[in-house]
């Protein structure tokens, strides 16, 4: 985990279904607030991008469901970043809980569109100089985000 | 119910939480649903009133929960429409189980607002007189939609 | 607020719709957390509630929506918590942005149900003796919850 | 599609987000909804499975974004039903627009788990028939359900 970055979500009522543990339409929700809050803690909000004309679809997810997340459990999210050619971004996702188990593993690949547009475009300046900046953090403090 | 307005809804395996049944918040989505649908039998879709450059936010909302909703139920949603003044348009509802039995009724009050300026605005003409045909239809029917 | 709970939730980008801000459903998931953080602050988590075989439905709620929320926006909840009569306890919210703006007020009433056998039961003890020593809590020192 | 059994789905305005289409989460829902829309139509729905003491949840999912869909858009979904092992059942799905155009695809592993136990189990008697049933009506009429 990124210098003091630490990605915590905890699991809602309304996130259960009648099984009695989270519905797995939820866990959705959980991934894409742990890439905003990476996101953040970067200096770049997810909400900057959107008001510099970028939207930042998903556009392809993988969700293995290892152990069940329950009501009020509070769960860490690992998360991995790494740029897919010149018009892709890839995050790869730990789910552990207070024991460090890992619940849930995932994958989600994000494009770039241009808001006005709604056509796909490469990759922002300010993102890929965000992630060679964080490449070489990661090289520096040889550390997995 | 409208002159064969039968505006039905099953609850969703989603829709339920931990308590066995639909959890409260997604009865908010049912009303959605039923006054869309409304609309879309009187001719004139939500969609089209927005391609028209009108939103139609939900100002207030009162719902009384009478008895559960479970998975699979299919339910029956009856409304009625009123305009209230001249820029708000309130939805009653009721959801019935199979059996006919009350489980919920609702109430919804909906602004008006220019998509253009986001600043509240008048019913729009298209709305007055769907609603005032409709008038019409009912002291002629003497029925209540 | 209560001597140290702040209640704070951000709108997450999934909340929104296409008007460009929360959609009115997902107000009811932030009163949901709120309540449970307040609970879960007086030492009486809603998940311990629930092990001990009370289930707390919401049987009535009233929302009133004044100013859009955004994405992203971090919104301050304040509320008050009242017994009435011996099964229904009454909680009214307030939603506020980092201006301190009135966003959204609400009100939602709670009953008790059994677990076990799904029918509605008197406040527990615990809870009951909770909301007194809070009482007590409020006079001593002149607060609004 | 398997005689008569057409599975259509309207994006609902709640399943939008600021991007002005539906958000990746909400198709997980569309996927369910699908699936036992299936099982119903064989005449087995998934609430009497649960009836007789199994649940079936999610244990890997992957979808892939081809094409927004937007609200009030009808969709076709399209899947197909196979038995992986003992244990899981694989659905794949292709979702569809009016021109008959692939907006998504996506498949979903599910398990058997013993509603008492919580534990993992074979498949049920009464979906390995009714998959077998299944995979004769297909070799009969050729065709993909």
Redesign the interface.
Known sequence: MEDGLEIKVRA???D??????V????Y??YL??AR?EWFRFMGL???TI?ENGI?M?????????VK?IY??DLISIDLEVKLVGAARLKFDYGLYNEHGQLLHSAQTILAFVKKSTKRPCRVPDAISSLLSQFDLKISAFSITV
């Open positions: 809602a009522y309304v259960t279904d009648q099984m009695g543990f519905h797995h339409s939820n959705v929700k894409e607030y905003w909000p997810y909400k959107e939207l679809p998903v556009v392809d997810m993988q969700l293995h469901f069940p009501y009020d």
